[in-house]
Antibody, heavy 121, light 107 residues
Framework: QVQLVQSGSELKKPGASVKVSCTAS????????LNWVRQAPGQGPEWMGG????????TYAQAFTGRFVFSLDTSVTTAYLEISSLEAEDTAVYYC??????????????WGQGTTVTVSS | DIQLTQSPSFLSASVRDRVTITCRAS??????LAWYQQKPGKAPKVLIY???TLQSGVPSRFSGSGSGTEFTLTISSLQPEDFATYYC?????????FGQGTKVEIK
């Protein structure tokens, strides 16, 4: 079945980096863009941006430029989110989610289970 | 950025009630709107896309309407499993913003 499986929870100190993975299965990876969504504790979801899985071109929301990098390894159908110079405010659950085919404006139909990143000294 | 404002933010209702949630966009987004349901500790789940199209597998008591700047999500007869938080998201332009959410709780 179509699924996205994310890497496990992370506990990091301020200033460190973290790399979250999102592995796709059950569909052709390069046909549908992947999005990254952040949800801080007690808050709503926030769209961070996405990556074209065919070309590798990322798109970032303004609030997520600079310390955030989206990347791919198509050989293992995996997308990555790397956050550098972590701050306490980066503590959140991070989700990957697929653009529903055939059009991006159909919303996000398949979501990973979420990866909790906790930043604490 | 396009802002989405949901109302109400909190809603207390009983089983079998009809519930309506509104999402207003700060500028026109045609029909490029999706609705999601989220339960605690779970990822959001898409219910409606393109403003009014029911996602496959979603019960028909959910419906969506609207275009331009005003949209509604209606649950015709609230069921126990519908108590959750609901979010709208616009897909008209980047960034693909979400509304702040509407929490539906049991009366």
């Amino acid at each position: 079945q179509v699924q996205l499986v994310q890497s496990g929870s992370e506990l990091k100190k301020p200033g460190a980096s973290v790399k979250v993975s999102c592995t796709a299965s059950g569909y052709t990876f390069t046909r549908h863009a992947l999005n990254w969504v952040r949800q801080a504790p007690g808050q709503g979801p926030e769209w961070m941006g996405g990556i074209n899985t065919n070309t590798g071109k990322p798109t970032y929301a303004q609030a997520f430029t600079g310390r955030f990098v989206f990347s791919l390894d198509t050989s293992v159908t995996t997308a990555y989110l790397e956050i550098s110079s972590l701050e306490a405010e980066d503590t959140a659950v991070y989700y990957c989610a697929r653009d529903q085919p055939p059009y991006y404006y159909y919303g996000m139909d398949v979501w990973g289970q979420g990866t909790t990143v906790t930043v604490s000294s | 950025d396009i802002q989405l404002t949901q109302s109400p933010s909190f809603l207390s209702a009983s089983v079998r009630d009809r519930v309506t949630i509104t999402c207003r966009a700060s500028q026109g987004i045609s029909s490029y709107l999706a609705w999601y349901q989220q339960k605690p500790g779970k990822a959001p789940k898409v219910l409606i896309y393109a403003a009014s199209t029911l996602q496959s597998g979603v019960p028909s008591r959910f419906s969506g309407s609207g275009s331009g700047t005003e949209f509604t999500l209606t649950i015709s007869s609230l069921q126990p499993e519908d108590f959750a938080t609901y979010y709208c998201q616009q897909l008209n332009s980047y960034p693909r913003t979400f509304g702040q959410g509407t929490k539906v709780e049991i009366k």
